[in-house]
């Protein structure tokens, strides 16, 4: 083997190893009898039959010794717990809002406010949908309208921040429904189904003003936000050099709320919250919070669980841990990249993105070519990956008709912290493999499919 010179410094992670977890290696024979086993489905193979699991970043993060520290003073009381106020104290210092309502995790936040704001018949845009959020609005009563940019949905197109709102298409659905029927605008950053793509400042802004205008409040789904103000940083004019935490903390400011499933970026394993700025949507929520996920100063968790969370926004906001995190991403993506493999690009924040209808032309979307592609990953090398297409897009909630959507992918998704660039190597080698024989792959036929977010529990057999 020949190693170039490199043209550049890399990216190496500020951190060393303490404390390892041995993952099995498993046969050929044997995946090929796991995923049976499993529908075909990678949600529900056991976690002991993966070699390297890249199906979610959620949950699935390395704690820092700091951080586990942390969890060594969880103050346990009922109500009132130390570890609420470190949480309150983080989250006010690098998000900026002046609320917080913790959950257990980010669908609890969605639950939470989709039920105080949301009256049947309105109308919530969005920058794309994600699962749990729409899935919320709708049990709601409401009714998810998408006004990112077009070219999100386009995964060649090289657009630096697809996540974008179309200015345009929010003021129509803003015009047609009439803004007394859109009780929030709802934002993500980075836009998790559109490949992980970021939204500019500028756009943030823009949306902030258009919003202002009508009176309606913008909330911000914040999950990724921290990996969004990296690509605000990396992309846009005057943000080269301003420091991550200012810029998450600008982001912020253009909105009015935010929901945050804390299981990604904040570096924990469970977690998240409401946050506000608006006072009386904050005394709702507080106490709705008592009803479904325990009282205010706890909402589902242990205080040790917030203290790592508390510690945990620190170091997710550190420009270094950052530039490391994203490096891994567009590192495995540009191994694909220059194999000829197609991806959605620009390579995204948490993930790497495979265009499964290009990977797979011959099989009908109607079949599950994603879907398809995560089994043949995982049966090639263990890899377990997650379907981002049909599957996920489900049913329309009126008609019953199943969505099908542009983008029909493979998320290849990076937890924080957890793997080597040489488990990277290996992913792209066995991506390589399944690329080359492409052609002999056949689709899937679904024989299972449960009613509300269908892709974690369907099950399927060979078409
Ligand atoms: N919003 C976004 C953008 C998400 O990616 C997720 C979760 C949620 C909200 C819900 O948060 O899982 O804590 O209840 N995404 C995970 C994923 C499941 O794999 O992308 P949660």
């Not at 993060?61 to 309150?88: H, I, K, P, T, V």
């Not at 998790?192 to 756009?203: D, F, H, I, L, V």
């Not at 011959?362 to 043949?376: K, R």
């Not at 297409?389 to 998320?411: C, I, M, N, Y």
Request: overall charge negative; charged content about 25%; glycine content about 8%.
């Amino acid at each position: 083997m020949s190693y170039p010179k490199p043209d550049r410094r890399s990216w190496a992670e500020p951190w060393k190893i303490k404390m390892v977890e041995p993952i099995r290696m498993t046969k050929l024979a044997e995946r090929e009898k796991f995923i049976a086993e499993a529908g075909y489905n990678t949600f529900l193979l056991r976690s002991e039959d993966v070699y390297i699991d890249l199906l979610t970043d959620s949950g699935t993060n390395a704690m820092s010794d700091r951080q586990w520290a942390g969890m060594m003073l969880g103050d346990e009381a009922y109500a009132g717990s130390a570890n609420f106020y470190n949480l309150w104290e983080a989250v006010t210092k690098y998000y900026g809002y002046k609320y917080l309502v913790p959950t257990h995790q980010g669908r609890a936040a969605e639950h939470i406010l989709s039920q105080i704001m949301i009256h049947p018949g309105d109308i919530i845009p969005g920058n794309m949908y994600f699962t749990t959020t729409r899935l919320h609005q709708e049990l709601a009563g409401g009714a998810f309208v998408d006004v990112i940019i077009d070219e999100a949905h386009d995964p060649a197109n090289p657009h630096p921040f697809k996540g974008n709102v179309d200015l345009a298409k929010l003021q129509r659905v803003i015009h047609e429904a009439g803004p007394g029927k859109i009780p929030y605008v709802c934002i993500a950053g980075t836009v998790n189904m559109a490949g992980g793509q970021p939204q500019s400042m500028a756009n943030m802004r823009a949306v902030r003003e258009l919003c202002r205008q009508h009176k309606i409040h913008v909330v911000l789904d914040a999950t990724r936000a921290v990996e969004n103000a990296y690509f605000i940083q990396q992309r846009e004019p005057g943000y080269a050099n301003k420091k991550l935490a200012e810029i998450l903390k600008e982001y912020c400011s253009l909105t009015d709320t935010c929901t945050m499933s804390a299981k990604k970026d904040a570096l924990v394993n469970i977690g998240g919250w409401l946050a506000t700025n608006d006072q009386g949507l904050y005394e709702e929520a507080r106490n709705l919070v008592v009803v479904y996920e325990g009282l205010h100063t706890y909402g589902g968790l242990a205080g040790r669980d917030m203290e790592a969370m508390a510690r945990g926004i620190a170091e997710s906001v550190e420009d270094d841990h950052m530039r490391a995190r994203i490096g891994q991403v567009q590192y495995l993506g540009e191994h694909l990249i220059d194999w000829g493999i197609p991806i959605v690009k620009p390579i995204g924040g948490h993930a790497v993105f495979l265009d499964a209808k290009a990977f797979y032309p011959q099989i009908p979307q109607a079949q599950f070519p994603a879907e398809a592609l995560t089994c043949n990953l995982y049966i090639d090398s263990g890899v377990r990956t997650m379907e981002r297409g049909v599957v996920s897009a489900g049913r329309d909630a009126k008609t019953g008709e199943e969505h099908f959507p542009k983008l029909e992918l493979v998320r290849i998704t990076i937890p924080r912290r957890v793997y080597t660039q040489a488990h990277m190597d290996v992913v792209a080698e066995s991506v390589l493999e399944v690329y080359e024989h492409r052609e002999q792959a056949r689709g899937l036929k679904m024989v299972y499919e449960p009613k509300y977010l269908r892709f974690f529990q369907a099950r399927f057999e060979p078409a």
